[in-house]
């Protein structure tokens, strides 16, 4: 199998993914999850994660469907496992992605030849609280604006005599 592209797994994440699904034999689940993260990963350290869109309350609403996202937040709780149908195969045909990385299930998974079910644990997450804007700028990779200096800085420093004509006494 030809590793997937990485602009396909920017882009397409869904197509990537059945791609690795071709290796797979429904048996070995950590081989199949640590496929996904080796390519994923190669992802993540390349320049091509810029293309990922960032989720946060801004751009929930326009993000279409199945699209990979970036998100940096806190895990602040961990529900109960939940057991699901993570690929299938139809009679003779290649192993397909089912409810593994999206929450709708294929029409035509009625007709599995076998299927392979998987676990997963879901998590509550929250932005990170208080992260300055610097901080979310550089993880987002757009340019970091140089700590502004105080106020005092930026003036020049008032000269001996004051407003008054008296002269300050050091």
Not at 12 to 23: D, F, G, K, V, Y
Not at 46 to 70: G, K, W
Request: hydrophobic residues 40%; glycine residues 6%; aromatic residues 8%.
């Amino acid at each position: 199998m030809q590793p997937p592209a990485i602009d396909d797994l920017a882009s397409r994440p869904l197509h990537a993914l059945q791609r690795m699904l071709a290796n797979y034999d429904g048996r070995n689940h950590g081989q199949l999850f640590s496929t996904v993260a080796a390519h994923f990963g190669k992802l993540g350290a390349s320049d091509h994660i810029q293309q990922v869109p960032i989720l946060s309350h801004d751009t929930a609403e326009t993000i279409p469907a199945n699209t990979l996202v970036r998100f940096r937040g806190m895990v602040v709780d961990m529900f109960n496992p939940e057991f699901f149908v993570g690929a299938y195969r139809a009679p003779g045909g290649p192993w397909r992605a089912a409810a593994l990385y999206t929450d709708a299930v294929p029409e035509d998974m009625d007709a599995a030849a076998e299927s392979s079910i998987m676990e997963r644990r879901p998590l509550l997450l929250t932005p990170v609280p208080h992260e300055q804007p610097w901080a979310t700028a550089a993880w987002a990779g757009q340019p970091v604006e140089p700590a502004t200096p105080s106020k005092l800085l930026h003036t020049e420093l008032p000269s001996p005599a004051d407003s008054t004509g008296l002269q300050r006494q050091y």
